[in-house]
T-cell receptor
Framework: QKEVEQNSGPLSVPEGAIASLNCTYS??????FFWYRQYSGKSPELIMF????GDKEDGRFTAQLNKASQYVSLLIRDSQPSDSATYLC?????????FGAGTQVVVTP | NAGVTQTPKFRILKIGQSMTLQCTQD?????MYWYRQDPGMGLKLIYY???????DKGEVPNGYNVSRSTTEDFPLRLELAAPSQTSVYFC?????????????????FGPGTRLTVL
């Protein structure tokens, strides 16, 4: 069983719409949850981190965490072509980060 | 601050050759990491270090070695390169360890080294 699971996509989103990305994890002891964006051929860059149950908003991005159900999600509002990238979910496990394989998002004009 | 820098950007090796991937950070971070990323896959941890002189294995350490003689540098050594080591290698650093539930455990990544073994 994979420790961090994401739908691989691609997730096709019309420009201006909301993109919804999901991530589930297996380690119930995990405390820190991260969303990274990775453009093709580039390194991952941090978008958001979340530690507490509930929602956390930063600009057009909202992270949602539900520890009881062991999932974390990312909403991208008003999607732009520049949001086209792969989004990696990362979860701490025993002091190290476990990464999902990523969800590719394609924003179409 | 330059952040995390890696050299080289690209490298082609022949089977059996050796090389060292360099990683330097100027953020005075205690923790440093080496990951590999295969196409369509997530990042896999190779080795990590919690400070100068202290290193430990990650998920996929076979075929690699590391050292950490200074806070800034964390080189990754490939001995006897094999085609299975063809990948993109990322170095990362953080102030704290993931799971402390603080902003300090955010990892910052270098630009990566694309390695091909033929």
């Amino acid at each position: 069983q994979k420790e961090v699971e994401q739908n691989s996509g691609p997730l096709s989103v019309p420009e201006g719409a909301i993109a919804s990305l999901n991530c589930t994890y297996s380690d119930r002891g995990s405390q820190s949850f991260f969303w990274y964006r990775q453009y093709s051929g580039k390194s991952p860059e941090l978008i958001m981190f979340i530690y507490s149950n509930g929602d956390k908003e930063d600009g057009r991005f909202t992270a949602q965490l539900n520890k009881a159900s062991q999932y974390v999600s990312l909403l991208i509002r008003d999607s732009q072509p520049s949001d086209s990238a792969t989004y990696l979910c990362a979860v701490d496990s025993w002091g190290k980060l476990q990464f999902g394989a990523g969800t590719q998002v394609v924003v179409t004009p | 601050n330059a952040g995390v820098t890696q050299t080289p950007k690209f490298r082609i090796l022949k089977i059996g050759q050796s090389m060292t991937l360099q990683c330097t950070q100027d953020m005075n971070h205690n923790y440093m990491y080496w990951y590999r990323q295969d196409p369509g896959m997530g990042l896999k941890l190779i080795y990590y270090s919690v400070g100068a002189g202290i290193t430990d294995k990650g998920e996929v350490p076979n075929g690699y070695n590391v050292s950490r003689s200074t806070t800034e540098d964390f080189p990754l050594r490939l001995e006897l390169a094999a085609p299975s080591q063809t990948s993109v290698y990322f170095c990362a650093s953080s102030y704290g360890v993931p799971g402390l539930a603080g902003e300090g455990d955010t990892q910052y990544f270098g630009p990566g080294t694309r390695l091909t073994v033929l």
